[in-house]
């Protein structure tokens, strides 16, 4: 850093993503080489960021478009050095935001130059409050165990615990993550109903957060709602977001969005159950998800709802009952094709019998046991059963 370089007066924030963008890039694309940062005062109005490297380089017709969104070297640097070419589109809209701009000088083989020049605001006109200086948020009751879970990923330890005291508000759970990185390892171990994510993070940015989750069979399904300062909404649903909000987030949309991703508007679903106890106990947990339900008290109670109704979302089945058995009920299901692809979870107290398993396979989704773990089991699978049909929880035919 220059002797000479005095103070700059400009977004914190947006300079600090800058410079982790541009030194994030520069260490990237240099093996066994050096990065350098040097600081310096421009003229007196403004201050240049100069990050070098001894990298790869790039071509003349490479540099004219390196500021472009999803744009690098070429495919096969993509598929060695990863990343979704959106950092350094990043740093240019931040630059021009920002009054300042940016430029590079590179060759291939003999490394890059970037250069930033941001200007000097001498005064604001406006200084808004800061999250650090807004009140904390009265602490609320931890969330039942089988209520909605919620991944918030971002960097700022004021933004996730403003998104986890909205969230816990609205009674669902929370875990929060200050990476990318801790972002998939969390989402992989916990699989989490929906996922709020940043964009502006060091290291692994939210676009290639984003990217990872829609790639990945076992994650793709969760619907993740980007949350950020950057008005790239384009961005953010060509990658496979299921909605985009830019920040100062607006609570109450980001939790009607989330209540449409974690629980899409759906059912009945029918729940057929001879204990009365029992059957409140399924009706409450499918309600509290904002799913609406339908009781029947045996199998041929079920039959006769299904000849007088649309088709349900799912149906929760009780295998041991008078007059008409789980078991009979689901051969009369087999005989009925409008009726064959509605999904069917077992709820049962016993210990089934390998023969009792055999003729279950290819005629129920899941076997739930009654017990302790029931609540939490029941919820997570009516949530991910009913998001994986959002035809028939929109049309109600099978």
């Given at each position: ?10 977004d914190r924030t947006k300079l600090k993503q800058n ?21 310096r005062r421009e003229d007196e109005t403004s201050v ?187 961005i953010a649903l060509s990658l496979g977001a299921a ?156």
């Amino acid at each position: 850093c220059g002797a000479d370089a005095g103070f700059l007066r400009t977004d914190r924030t947006k300079l600090k993503q800058n410079l982790l963008n541009l030194l994030g890039n520069a260490s990237k694309f240099t093996r066994d080489g050096r990065v350098r940062l040097e600081v310096r005062r421009e003229d007196e109005t403004s201050v240049a960021f100069i990050v070098s490297d001894t990298g790869i380089g790039m071509s003349a017709e490479q540099q004219a478009q390196v500021f472009e969104p999803f744009v690098q070297a070429d495919a096969t640097t993509t598929r060695r050095y990863g990343g979704t070419g959106l950092g350094l589109a990043i740093t240019k809209h931040f630059c021009d935001m920002l009054g300042g701009r940016i430029g590079v000088e590179s060759a291939p083989g003999k490394g890059s130059v970037f250069t930033m020049v941001l200007r000097d605001v001498a005064s604001e006109t406006h200084v808004p409050q800061t999250a650090a200086s807004a009140p904390a948020p009265s602490p609320v009751p931890e969330p039942d165990e089988d209520a909605p879970t919620v991944l918030v990923v971002d960097d700022d330890p004021r933004a996730r615990e403003l998104l986890v005291s909205m969230l816990r508000r609205q009674g669902w759970r929370a875990l929060a993550v200050e990476s990318g990185e801790a972002a998939l390892a969390a989402a992989r171990r916990r699989r989490p109903d929906a996922i709020t994510l940043d964009v502006m993070m060091p290291h692994m940015d939210g676009w290639a957060v984003l990217a990872a989750i829609k790639a990945d069979p076992e994650l793709a399904d969760i619907p993740v709602v980007v949350v950020t300062i950057l008005p790239d909404r384009g961005i953010a649903l060509s990658l496979g977001a299921a909605e985009f909000m830019t920040k100062p987030v607006d609570r109450s949309r980001l939790a009607a969005i989330l209540r449409a991703a974690i629980a899409p508007s759906a059912g009945p679903v029918l729940i057929v159950e001879d204990d009365a106890a029992t059957r409140d106990l399924t009706r409450r947990q499918i309600e509290r998800l904002g799913v609406s339900t339908a009781e029947a008290v045996d199998g041929a109670d079920a039959l006769a709802w299904l000849e007088s109704h649309p088709p349900p979302a799912l149906i929760m089945l009780d295998l041991l009952m008078p007059r008409m058995d789980g078991f009979a009920f689901l051969d009369e299901i087999s005989r009925r094709p409008a009726l064959r692809e509605i999904p069917i979870v077992i709820l049962t107290a016993v210990e089934l019998s390998a023969p009792e398993r055999e003729r279950l396979l290819g005629r129920a989704r899941e076997v739930i046991a009654k017990g302790s773990t029931m609540s939490t089991d029941l919820a997570s699978t009516v949530r991910r059963l009913l998001a994986r049909r959002p035809a028939m929880a929109a049309t109600g035919t099978g």
